[in-house]
C-alpha cells in the first residue's frame, strides 16, 4: 500500500520538548513505561498550539498551572482526610480499562505506594470497554472508562458510581515521514474530511477537500491507511461522538460509541486497520507510510507522531494542548452535579478550545461490600488513593500532558467519595 498526506507550510508547528522545565517544576524527572510499550516516554514531551502559543515554552507551562484546578478548601479537606489515615495491613487492590490515562494512572500507582508501601495497586490497561465489563463482573477492585457510562451499563452494574480523574485530547495523527514530510508539520483537518477518510469516501492524500485545506502543499496521490481501535475504546467514544455531532452523515449511518463498525474496513478501494489500545493504534500509525489514527496525546507525543490541527466550533484550527484543552473543559462543563458526573465537552465552544477533548473516569462502587473480593482494609485503602488522585495526584497530570481537573470538578469528585462506604461504614472521615 502506497500513503502520502500534506505539509501545511503556512502553520507550521513543532512538537516542543518542555525537558527543563517540566522535569524540574512538575515531574522531578519522572519518566515511565507503558504496558503495551517497552520503550521508556519521557514525561516532558508536549504540544504546542499554533493558534495559541504563547512567547516561550515556560509560558505554556505557567498558563496552565495557574489556572484554577482545586479549591483551599479541597486542598484542607485532603490534607486532614489523608493525614488521618495509616493502612493496617499490607492490601493489593487491582484495577483495570481505558488506555487513554493509563500512563497517569500508573504513575499514581508508584508514586502511591512510595507514601503508602503496603497499599500495592495494580492497573491494566484493556480499553474502556474491558474496564466497564470487569467492574461489573467485579473482577477489579475499580475500573476506568472515557466513555461516560449509559444508563444501561449502570443498570447492569447495581451501585456504581463513576467521577472523572482527568482530562485530556484526543489527536489526530499521522505517518508521512517516507514522503519527507516531518512530523513536526501540523496537517489541517475539518470533522467532514475525518469522517469521508474513515468512511472510506476520501481514500488519498492529494484528494480535493485535503489540498483545499492545506493550500499550496504538493500533495501526491498516495493511499490513506486509517486505524482505528479494535477493541471497546473510550478513546473511539470520544472520537466517534465528536464526529457524530458534527456530521449529520456520521450521526445516521455510523454514531458513536466504545465500538462502532467502521465503514472504511470494507469500503472498495479503501484500507482500514484496527489495533487493540492507545499503544496499539499509536504503534499501528508508527510502522504504517501514510498512516492516520485517533490516539490520546501523550501517544502521539511519545511515538514522534504527526499530530493534526481540527477546526472547532468557532471556525479554528487548533492542535490539542494543555490550555487548549483546559478552556475546552471551562468552556463546556459548567456547574457539575455530583449526582451524575457524567460530563461532555467535545466540540466545546470558546475560540481556541480543542474540539475532541473529554474527561476520563474512575469506576468504583459506592458501597464497597458489593464487590466480593474487596475487604474493609481494601475498600479503605481504595477510598483513599482516589481522594488521593483528585487532589495530590493531580500535580502528575501536565508533565504527562493531560490536564489538572478544574476546582469545580474536584469539589464535584469530593461530594461523591464521601459517599463511599462499606456496608453503610464511610470509608473517607477526618
Known amino acids: 500500500m ?49 493558534a495559541s502559543m504563547p512567547s516561550s515554552a515556560a509560558s ?9 484546578t482545586m479549591s483551599e478548601t479541597s486542598m484542607a479537606s485532603m490534607t486532614s482526610s489523608v493525614a488521618a489515615w495509616q493502612p493496617t495491613s499490607p492490601v493489593s487492590i487491582l484495577g483495570a480499562g481505558a488506555t487513554f490515562p493509563q500512563p497517569l494512572i500508573q504513575t499514581w500507582t508508584v508514586q502511591y505506594n512510595k507514601l503508602y508501601p503496603a497499599v500495592t495497586i495494580s492497573y491494566s490497561g484493556i480499553g474502556s470497554g474491558g474496564g466497564i465489563q470487569q467492574i461489573t463482573l467485579k473482577t477489579v477492585d475499580f475500573g476506568a472508562s472515557d466513555a461516560p457510562l449509559s444508563n444501561p451499563n449502570l443498570a447492569a452494574a447495581p451501585g456504581l458510581v463513576l467521577f472523572p480523574e482527568t482530562l485530556g485530547g484526543v489527536a489526530i495523527t499521522y505517518n508521512l515521514v517516507a514522503w519527507g514530510i ?10 467532514d474530511v475525518i469522517a469521508k477518510i474513515y468512511m472510506g469516501i476520501i481514500t488519498k492524500w492529494n484528494d480535493p477537500a485535503l489540498v483545499a485545506l492545506n493550500p499550496g502543499v504538493p500533495l501526491p496521490s498516495a493511499f490513506i491507511t486509517a486505524v482505528h481501535r479494535s477493541d471497546g475504546s473510550g478513546t473511539t467514544y470520544a472520537f466517534t461522538n465528536f464526529l457524530s455531532v458534527t456530521v449529520p452523515n456520521w450521526a445516521a449511518q455510523v454514531n458513536y460509541g466504545t465500538s462502532v463498525t467502521w465503514p472504511v474496513d470494507t469500503a472498495i478501494g479503501a484500507f482500514g486497520v484496527g489495533a487493540k489500545g492507545n499503544p496499539g493504534v499509536a504503534g499501528a500509525v508508527v510502522n504504517t507510510n501514510g498512516a492516520i489514527g485517533y490516539v490520546d496525546v501523550i501517544y ?18 487548533v492542535v490539542p494542548t494543555l490550555q487548549t484543552i483546559l478552556w ?63 487532589h495530590d495526584g493531580q500535580q502528575y497530570s501536565t508533565a504527562l500532558i493531560y490536564v489538572p481537573l478544574p476546582a469545580n470538578v474536584v469539589a464535584a469528585d469530593e461530594q461523591l467519595l464521601l459517599t463511599l462506604n462499606y456496608q453503610g461504614t464511610p470509608l473517607l472521615t477526618g
Open 2 to 50: 502506497i500513503r502520502m498526506s500534506s505539509k501545511n507550510t503556512k502553520r507550521n508547528v513543532g512538537i516542543v520538548a518542555l525537558v527543563v522545565v517540566i522535569l524540574a517544576a512538575v515531574a522531578g524527572g519522572y519518566y515511565f513505561t507503558t504496558m503495551n510499550n517497552t520503550q521508556s516516554m519521557s514525561a516532558t514531551s508536549m504540544i504546542t498550539s499554533e
Open 60 to 68: 505554556v507551562m505557567t498558563s496552565v498551572t495557574t489556572s484554577p
Open 182 to 191: 516531518t512530523n513536526t508539520t501540523v496537517l489541517h483537518f475539518t470533522p
Open 300 to 317: 502521539a507525543v511519545s511515538n514522534h507522531l504527526g499530530v493534526g490541527a481540527v477546526i472547532n466550533a468557532a471556525g479554528n484550527f
Open 328 to 390: 475546552a473543559a471551562q468552556n463546556a462543563t459548567g456547574t457539575p452535579n455530583p449526582a451524575d458526573l457524567r460530563l461532555h465537552i467535545v466540540n466545546a465552544a470558546g475560540a481556541e478550545s480543542y474540539p475532541i477533548a473529554t474527561y476520563t473516569y474512575i469506576l468504583v462502587y459506592r458501597d464497597m461490600s458489593a464487590n466480593p473480593s474487596t475487604t474493609m482494609a481494601k475498600a479503605q485503602a481504595l477510598a483513599h488513593f482516589l481522594w488521593w488522585a483528585i
